[in-house]
């Protein structure tokens, strides 16, 4: 596909459990973020990737959110003991590296987290 | 305060109507102005992004910026229905690459 893909669209898992989200970016994107978005709110910065490595993970809201880039295309969120709090849309965000600053982010559809 | 201040609406207007959508924000190094239209179960898609101050128009719509007073922003003229949706403005400073959002502003146009 030509868009930035996103697994699971919709994931429910009970207070506690780990979750891991997928993004798979548009092909030659360098550039990769991870949103979060609340019902009624903007989305939210948690890390920004450039290549394989986190350029910017200041988002992260604590020690049980994790992010990681391997091979610098697949994407993966991974979340640690979930609490009710972290229910959320969490969007992913590619881009050509020279365009990031024009704000040409692509964003996917979205995986929409339930904890219940 | 958060960074970026917008009106989250809900805004109605009929169709054809100019529609105003604006931010404030606190931050003066905010060089990079964008404004993200999001449908309904959607990710934001970019309609317009400004550099520093200034005027930028394509097609109907405008994007304004004004640094001094910290302010930006989004005309659309002869809405259509097809614009319903939540409007986002971000923004940047020039040597980051962490994208500040606002709340949104959701816009029905009624036919």
């Known amino acids: 596909g030509a868009g930035v893909s996103q697994t699971p669209s919709n994931k429910v898992t009970e207070k506690g459990k780990y979750v891991e989200l997928r993004c798979d970016p548009i092909s030659g994107h360098t550039a990769l973020y991870w949103y979060r978005q609340s019902l009624g709110q903007g989305p939210e910065f948690l890390i920004y990737f450039q290549g394989t490595g986190a350029a910017d993970d200041s988002g992260l809201p604590n020690d049980r959110f994790f992010a990681v880039r391997p091979e610098g295309s697949v994407s993966t969120l991974k979340i640690q003991r979930t609490e009710r709090g972290d229910s959320a849309v969490y969007l992913c965000?590619?881009?050509?590296?020279?365009?990031?600053?024009?704000?040409?982010?692509?964003f996917g559809e979205g995986s929409r987290l339930t904890v219940l | 305060q958060k960074e970026v201040e917008q009106d989250p609406g809900p805004l109605s207007v009929p169709e054809g109507a100019i529609v105003s959508l604006n931010c404030t924000y606190s931050?003066?190094?905010?060089?990079?102005f964008m404004w993200y239209r999001q449908y309904s179960r959607k990710g934001p898609e970019l309609l317009m992004y400004?550099?520093?101050?200034g005027n930028k128009e394509d097609g109907r719509f405008t994007a304004q910026v004004d640094k001094s007073s910290k302010y930006i922003s989004l005309f659309i003229r002869d809405s259509q229905p097809s614009d319903s949706a939540t409007y986002l403005c971000a923004m940047k400073e020039d040597n980051f690459n962490k994208f500040y959002f606002g709340s949104g502003t959701k816009l029905n146009v009624k036919p």
């Open positions: 400004t550099y520093s101050s």
């Open positions: 965000a590619s881009s050509p590296w020279d365009r990031v600053n024009t704000g040409e982010l692509f």
């Open positions: 931050n003066s190094a905010f060089q990079y």
